[in-house]
């Protein structure tokens, strides 16, 4: 069964249903405090997955994640590259994503390129909601056709099921140029959008969530993790059987990962091994 | 290089967005100043005190104080361009949480060791300086907590705490004269009263010796009504003065603990015990098997499935959130929190709940030493946001009342449930364990709050009891919590708890929690050896602090590495501060190894001397709201509706509701919006507390205050309708367990402790007839505020009830939203036309009386309507609160987005009821089911004899229509009424 590492600190608070979200889809998750990950960085090496989990690290003092962005900065960041490079699929949903654009992980290298040697200076921000506020509700979204997203692969969407819940004080995608906008579009890395009148923060271009060049990197703000059973829904007592006769889209996400280093990893790792 | 503090200024880049100075901008409009300012700019301060050279500020400043994209720094202080500017920092002592996260950083980063503080700055465009500080004071800052700046504040170094130098002050209590006890006890905020003072000089006679002042402080701490219930406990003598026949007084003779007197008096011998506790004791002995612990822990447990427990707590923090809502909000839920960490061997928090009494938020007489409701509001509902979502606890279920009596003493509930192993519901500490503290580090904070908060508010508490005043520290609670959970299952003993036992150092801090835990044990604790936040502190001071986010536990002494082991890698700092168990059962209390106090704990727990206390009552002469000679004219069915929904008892709280993040850990199946629009109240909230299994817990409360005028009619209404509230998404009503939470005025006034001892009766026969148990519950018995000018303004009595339900599979549970056209709406439960307190009341009609619970078919309907439910006969079910029949079905046709159309005329009725009635009534024990017509025959075989009837229809038209046309109106508008009276 792969192993799912997911990252624990002082403040995260979605690391369970995380990995509850990993086991449903056929993973076994282990739950690692990133002050050990930090003493000892080559425990990432043994992993399969990685989920970095939503939460209010160290409080959001200053800004959301900044504070366990940069103490991975300094620690972390070439563990996780050469995790990227064999293949591990990373998910960073809410305070995980904050943590990844800062970390340096998203949106990564342009295509083609190589992962550079120390953490590259963020390209994007996640700042304050346009309201001010914390907002917690379900919102309407779409995976945009041309994805090089693993995770968001051929999930098919209705319209009564097209929503992922967002909860979340700081998540307005704020790109450093227009350009990056345009290139993230062009190479597939806009992994989710916000519906057009459903943009509940002000992102750039409505962004919910982007994927690095190899699209083994999600980060979002919604929170798939929290749309794993139909009864996680938010009117699934309005919903039909035949609505729900498939897996939830949030689940099917993770049994994408969760098939993806299952069925092409192996390939991977023998290749490298020659 | 040298120590000296750092400015460093951050605001976002010219022209990128600024919501918190658009925030700001919100705010100050929203205060009805004659030139408000036209746009706000806002940044962050930090004030850095350290060893750091211009290259390592320049560092911070880059690297961890400024988003590279979004923002810029400054080192130092900008020049004000806008044309005033106000900079808002904490004062000296008062916990910054987020000081604290960057100290650490900056020694992650540097290495080196640092103090910072930090503060906000606004640069304000179009307002002068005298409006900029107006504007601070009223919506930005509060002044008990924080200095308000007219120019950029950099300080040349922080205030330190001085070493403290041991003195042992012993209180000349034997001589005191019966005035001077009264004046000690008053001028060092002991709160005693006089025969208590006596209790405690007394006891110091026979012992030959003057107390200690910590001894002193720790039995005014342990006898505090916040901590003992004095009142809810005493023998009280209460009188019946019944002028109206019609309503009879309360059946006395029989009731356990009742003893009926020949005057016709009747005295309760410990009214907690004799009322609600003693419900609970009867139903246990008649079957009801599921409870596991009650009323003796922090909170009570009855069982979730055959291997997990679930437990339920809700507290109160009205004082400390009158005078600082924001922190005060906080920290209620924070300590509520813990209350359900420290109960049994530590339950894990699974959601929240919070309940807001307040005045309406446009009231206009603001007494001075009150702030404004509106601020109260926000405020409160911004301190539950930020410390429960960063917590990772759903807050999912709650309500607001709105009462201009709560302008000077607001209400504050905050609830909390927790899921645990069964094995694990019971904690005794041992003799030779180790006490070892838990979590946030002691300071001044807090001093005094248990018996501030058992004292009467005035307008001059906000100066003299600021210091009972605190902040919260969510994240120091969160990693308490983690590491608790870690030590609980330990995995390297085989799945072994680590420790014996756990309290919460709440009210009374590390007085109240070792006095209890080694109640039968004694205590040896080291001062000390506390974890200080600064210097200077006094034994006693260490002793009764309420600092926030600390726990104590009492740990083998073999397990005590392990556990230290656990709190260093998750960031928790552990301190052993002595043992429990002393050779004589003794409390030993020793500073740097000097004995700074002795107390019995039997003296301590059982020397309270018992108290008999008069309570009258003298029912009002007419219903309220009889008041008015000549009735108004009426409105329309059409208009009161449209008021009704956009009354704020009734409108939509979304503006709160998305504020809480209430799916944190994934298991809330029905949440507190429902419908396809997320437009729809929900009667209660349900969550899966295992994960993997489909057995749920439904949270929900009832609150009745707008029948104050008899709270013996108002105690059963608010339990009825928590029994709807959680009968309507399906919970199980032979297996829910309730919760009592009383807030009263002083209850020196015989008249307030007899509306008190009715409201206790009223749980006695209510929790019996409807089988529902209490667990767990609290008091605050003094909330009332006086005026300068010494007015005073008492809280309406105010009982909420909590509960919770299992509910058997989720997958059956409902919501209630109407979910097709042609589907049929129902009444369960006969409506009567006693409107007294109603809402519709408001309108200023001849209202009647006040509406009763029928005990014998209120828990009939209720079995009923979920009986419906478990056999999937209901499409959706609502119950009728406030606002009436009318005002349920128009929230289920726009939560649905569906017309409806009523035939009223069919609706069962005691007597012949005029429509206004048969549409806004409040009776109680009423609900509302959807029902497919080809059901309806096996619907009304379920319903036999309980009354009901079809009352419409849903239907395409968008309209809500009566069939006499009597009324006629656009669900739109109606959803839109209700929807904006609080969308903030």
């Known amino acids: 069964m792969p192993r799912a590492l997911i990252i624990t600190t002082a403040g995260i608070n979605c690391d369970r249903e995380l990995g509850r979200a990993f086991e449903l889809a056929g993973a076994h998750p282990e739950f690692v405090h990133l002050n050990r990950l930090m003493a000892q960085p080559r425990l990432i090496d043994q992993f399969d997955l990685i989920g970095l989990p939503g939460g209010f690290s160290y409080g959001d003092a200053i800004a959301a994640g900044r504070i366990a962005a940069q103490l991975m900065r300094r620690t972390l960041y070439a563990s996780f590259v050469r995790a990227i490079e064999r293949g591990v699929p990373i998910i960073a949903p809410c305070n995980g994503f904050q943590m990844a654009v800062q970390l340096g992980l998203l949106p990564g290298p342009e295509l083609g390129q190589p992962w550079p040697a120390e953490p590259p200076r963020p390209s994007a921000a996640l700042a304050q909601n346009a309201s001010g506020r914390f907002i917690d509700r379900w919102c309407a979204i779409e995976f945009p056709a041309n994805t090089r997203c693993i995770w968001t692969?051929?999930?098919?969407?209705?319209?009564?099921?097209?929503?992922?819940?967002?909860?979340?004080?700081?998540?307005?995608?704020?790109?450093?140029?227009?350009?990056?906008?345009?290139?993230?579009?062009?190479?597939?890395?806009?992994?989710?959008?916000?519906?057009?009148?459903?943009?509940?923060n002000g992102s750039a271009a409505n962004i919910a969530g982007i994927c690095d060049a190899s699209g083994l990197v999600l980060g979002l703000m919604p929170h798939p993790e929290r749309y794993t059973s139909w009864n996680q829904h938010p009117f699934w007592t309005r919903l039909s059987p035949a609505e729900m006769s498939d897996e939830p889209p949030g689940l099917r996400m993770f049994r994408n990962a969760v098939a993806y280093v299952s069925e092409k990893r192996q390939p991977l790792h023998a290749a490298r091994k020659k | 290089m040298q120590t000296a503090v750092h400015r460093i200024e951050v605001r976002p880049h010219p022209g990128m967005a600024?919501?918190?100075?658009?925030?700001?901008?919100?705010?100050?409009?929203?205060?009805?100043?004659?030139?408000?300012?036209?746009?706000?700019?806002?940044?962050?301060?930090?004030?850095?005190?350290?060893?750091?050279?211009?290259?390592?500020?320049?560092?911070?400043?880059?690297?961890?104080?400024?988003?590279?994209?979004?923002?810029?720094?400054?080192?130092?202080?900008?020049?004000?361009?806008?044309?005033?500017?106000?900079?808002?920092?904490?004062?000296?002592?008062?916990?910054?949480?987020?000081?604290?996260?960057?100290?650490?950083?900056?020694?992650?980063?540097?290495?080196?060791?640092?103090?910072?503080?930090?503060?906000?700055?606004?640069?304000?465009?179009?307002?002068?300086?005298?409006?900029?500080?107006?504007?601070?004071?009223?919506?930005?800052?509060?002044?008990?907590?924080?200095?308000?700046h007219d120019q950029p504040y950099?300080?040349?170094?922080?205030?330190?705490?001085?070493?403290?130098?041991?003195?042992?002050?012993?209180?000349p209590l034997l001589e005191m004269s019966d005035a001077q006890l009264v004046k000690l006890s008053r001028e060092a905020h002991l709160f005693l009263s006089l025969e208590e003072m006596k209790a405690i000089q007394n006891h110091y006679h026979t012992l030959g010796r003057n107390p200690r002042e910590i001894e002193l402080e720790t039995i005014a701490q342990t006898w505090s009504e916040h901590c003992v219930h004095k009142t809810m406990k005493a023998t009280i003598r209460y009188r019946e003065h019944i002028i109206d026949r019609k309503r009879p007084g309360i059946a006395m003779p029989g009731r356990p603990g009742h003893d009926v007197n020949p005057d016709g008096s009747v005295t309760i011998h410990n009214l907690l015990k004799s009322t609600i506790a003693a419900a609970t004791h009867e139903l246990i002995a008649d079957g009801i098997d599921w409870c596991l612990s009650v009323f003796v822990d922090n909170a009570g447990v009855i069982a979730f499935d055959d291997r997990n427990a679930v437990c339920f707590k809700v507290e109160t923090h009205n004082h400390p959130s009158a005078i600082e809502p924001y922190g005060g909000a906080a920290t209620g839920i924070g300590g509520c929190i813990r209350d359900i960490i420290g109960t049994g061997l530590a339950a894990k928090p699974i959601a929240a709940t919070d309940v807001f009494c307040v005045a309406h938020p446009d009231f206009k007489d603001v007494p001075e030493g009150c702030l404004p409701p509106r601020r109260i509001l926000t405020q409160v509902v911004a301190g539950v946001r930020d410390y429960g979502n960063r917590m990772g606890i759903p807050t999912l279920n709650g309500a607001v009342w709105f009462d201009n009596d709560y302008v000077g003493n607001p209400l504050v509930f905050c609830g909390c449930i927790g899921v645990m192993p069964r094995d694990k519901i019971k904690g005794h500490p041992r003799k030779g364990d180790r006490m070892i503290a838990v979590g946030g580090r002691t300071g001044r904070d807090g001093i005094h709050g248990a018996t501030f908060s058992s004292a009467e508010l005035t307008d001059s508490h906000a100066d003299e009891f600021s210091h009972a005043v605190q902040i919260g520290n969510a994240i120091t609670e969160k990693t308490m919590l983690d590491a608790i959970l870690f030590a609980r299952d330990h995995p390297f003993s085989g799945g072994g708890c680590l420790f014996n036992a756990i309290t919460d150092c709440g009210a009374g801090g590390f007085s109240s929690a070792v006095g209890e835990m080694g109640k039968d044990l004694g205590a040896q604790v080291h001062l000390d050896r506390a974890p200080l936040k600064y210097a200077g502190l006094s034994p006693t001071e260490i002793w009764i602090s309420e600092a926030q986010e600390r726990m104590i536990l009492a740990v083998p002494p073999q397990n005590v590495k392990a556990l230290l082991d656990i709190g260093r890698e998750h960031d928790v700092e552990m301190s052993d501060l002595g043992q429990f168990g002393t050779s004589n059962g003794e409390l030993v209390l020793l500073y740097q190894d000097v004995e700074v106090g002795r107390l019995s704990m039997d003296f301590l727990h059982d020397g309270l001397p018992e108290t008999v206390r008069e309570a009258t009552w003298t029912p009002p002469h007419s219903p309220k709201t009889a008041k008015s000679k000549q009735p108004r004219a009426q409105p329309s069915i059409s208009d009161a509706l449209l008021s009704l929904l956009a009354h704020p008892n009734v409108a939509s709280k979304r503006w709160i509701i998305q504020q809480y993040d209430h799916e944190v850990q994934g298991g809330t199946v029905i949440k507190p919006q429902v419908g396809s629009h997320g437009q729809g109240p929900s009667d209660a909230a349900v969550i899966t507390p295992v994960a993997g299994s489909n057995r749920g817990l439904a949270i929900a409360n009832g609150l009745a205050t707008g029948l104050r005028d008899d709270p013996y009619l108002m105690a059963l209404a608010a339990i009825d309708e928590c029994v709807r509230n959680l009968v309507c998404v399906g919970a199980d009503p032979r297996k829910i367990a309730i919760l009592d939470n009383f807030c009263w005025p002083s209850c020196d006034?015989?008249?307030?402790?007899?509306?008190?001892?009715?409201?206790?009766?009223?749980?006695?026969?209510?929790?019996?007839?409807?089988?529902?148990?209490?667990?767990?519950?609290?008091?605050?018995?003094?909330?009332?505020?006086?005026?300068?000018?010494?007015?005073?303004?008492?809280?309406?009595?105010?009982?909420?009830?909590?509960?919770?339900?299992?509910?058997?599979?989720?997958?059956?549970?409902?919501?209630?939203?109407?979910?097709?056209?042609?589907?049929?709406?129902?009444?369960?439960?006969?409506?009567?036309?006693?409107?007294?307190?109603?809402?519709?009341?408001?309108?200023?009609?001849?209202?009647?009386?006040?509406?009763?619970?029928?005990?014998?078919?209120?828990?009939?309907?209720?079995?009923?309507?979920?009986?419906?439910?478990?056999?999937?006969?209901?499409?959706?079910?609502?119950?009728?609160?406030?606002?009436?029949?009318?005002?349920?079905a128009a929230e289920m046709a726009f939560a649905g987005v569906l017309g409806l159309r009523l035939d009223l005329?069919?609706?069962?009725?005691?007597?012949?009821?005029?429509?206004?009635?048969?549409?806004?009534?409040?009776?109680?024990?009423?609900?509302?089911?959807?029902?497919?017509?080809?059901?309806?025959?096996?619907?009304?075989?379920?319903?036999?004899?309980?009354?009901?009837?079809?009352?419409?229809?849903?239907?395409?038209?968008?309209?809500?229509?009566?069939?006499?046309?009597?009324?006629?109106?656009?669900?739109?508008?109606?959803?839109?009424?209700?929807?904006?009276?609080?969308?903030?």
């Open chain 1, 153 to 200: 692969q051929s999930v098919q969407l209705e319209p009564s099921t097209a929503l992922l819940p967002i909860a979340h004080g700081e998540g307005r995608f704020v790109p450093e140029s227009d350009d990056l906008v345009l290139r993230l579009a062009e190479n597939g890395q806009i992994a989710v959008r916000f519906s057009e009148s459903d943009n509940p």
């Open chain 2, 18 to 148: 600024d919501p918190r100075g658009a925030a700001a901008l919100r705010e100050a409009q929203s205060l009805g100043l004659k030139r408000p300012p036209r746009s706000v700019e806002s940044a962050s301060i930090y004030l850095i005190e350290g060893p750091l050279s211009d290259r390592q500020i320049a560092q911070l400043a880059e690297e961890l104080l400024t988003d590279p994209i979004t923002e810029q720094a400054t080192i130092g202080a900008s020049r004000p361009k806008a044309d005033s500017m106000i900079e808002v920092h904490p004062l000296p002592g008062v916990m910054d949480p987020d000081s604290e996260a960057v100290q650490s950083a900056v020694k992650a980063m540097l290495g080196v060791e640092v103090a910072v503080r930090t503060g906000r700055r606004f640069d304000l465009h179009g307002a002068d300086s005298k409006t900029a500080r107006q504007i601070a004071q009223r919506a930005l800052a509060n002044t008990v907590i924080h200095a308000i």
């Open chain 2, 154 to 171: 950099h300080p040349a170094q922080f205030p330190h705490g001085l070493p403290y130098e041991l003195r042992v002050i012993s209180v």
């Open chain 2, 749 to 888: 006034d015989p008249q307030q402790l007899g509306a008190l001892v009715r409201a206790a009766e009223a749980c006695y026969d209510g929790a019996k007839a409807y089988r529902t148990p209490f667990i767990s519950g609290k008091d605050s018995l003094n909330n009332q505020f006086t005026t300068e000018d010494g007015r005073t303004i008492r809280i309406p009595p105010t009982l909420l009830i909590s509960g919770m339900g299992i509910v058997e599979d989720v997958r059956r549970c409902v919501t209630m939203d109407a979910k097709a056209a042609g589907n049929l709406l129902m009444i369960v439960g006969a409506t009567d036309d006693r409107m007294g307190g109603s809402h519709y009341a408001l309108f200023g009609a001849e209202a009647g009386d006040l509406p009763h619970v029928d005990l014998k078919s209120g828990p009939r309907v209720a079995a009923a309507v979920a009986q419906l439910i478990t056999g999937n006969l209901v499409r959706s079910a609502h119950d009728c609160s406030e606002g009436g029949l009318l005002v349920a």
């Open chain 2, 905 to 984: 005329s069919r609706m069962p009725i005691q007597t012949n009821i005029e429509l206004a009635a048969r549409c806004f009534s409040e009776t109680p024990s009423r609900y509302l089911i959807e029902v497919d017509p080809k059901n309806i025959s096996e619907v009304e075989g379920v319903l036999k004899t309980v009354p009901h009837s079809v009352i419409g229809e849903f239907n395409r038209s968008s309209r809500l229509t009566n069939a006499n046309g009597e009324f006629d109106v656009p669900i739109e508008r109606l959803r839109a009424a209700w929807m904006k009276t609080l969308d903030w």
